[in-house]
């Protein structure tokens, strides 16, 4: 099976992603959120992650928490944000000899793959290193999330992580 560093926003996002994938890959989650604000939240969903994969995968899903920005609020609006975030999952999945990544951000029903896609396309091509395009809310992914949030008692937040300045 190929290697895939599936970049996280969230455990409640990354539970039905990893669902999806995990017959057709060896998954390491990597979470990287430095946008996220205030820090207490963006510690509360790395917490959640981490319970989650233990809960959910006995801890055989392996986790790398990318680097948070201490000085808080990134000044980026979306598609920026999602390149910070993607450009560090492709430069470490190059970096670490992934065959190829992918994020959860698609599985959002507030996020657009169409956004989301040609970044990560674009990044592909740099790092060569492959990139795998979904749009994890299909197939019923977003209701999926749901699901298992439920199921887990996963901590879903009520906005993307930025505080919108």
Do not use: W
């Amino acid at each position: 099976m190929k290697k895939l560093l599936l970049h996280s926003c969230c455990a409640p996002c990354s539970s039905a992603v990893i669902e999806r994938l995990i017959p057709d890959y060896n998954i390491t989650v990597f979470f990287f959120n430095p946008n996220i604000v205030p820090y207490d939240e963006y510690q509360k969903r790395l917490s959640e992650q981490k319970r989650f994969l233990k809960e959910a995968h006995d801890n055989s899903i392996p986790l790398i928490e990318g680097e948070y920005s201490k000085s808080g609020y990134i000044p980026a609006r979306c598609e920026e944000c999602f390149l910070i975030r993607l450009e560090e999952t492709a430069r470490l999945a190059k970096e670490m000899r992934f065959d190829c990544f992918t994020t959860t951000l698609t599985v959002s029903s507030k996020k657009k793959a169409a956004l989301i896609n040609p970044i990560a396309a674009a990044l592909s091509g740099r790092y060569r290193v492959e990139a795998i395009l979904d749009d994890f809310k299909k197939k019923n992914g977003y209701n999926r999330s749901i699901e298992l949030s439920k199921k887990y008692n996963l901590y879903r937040q009520n906005y993307c992580g930025c505080d919108g300045s």
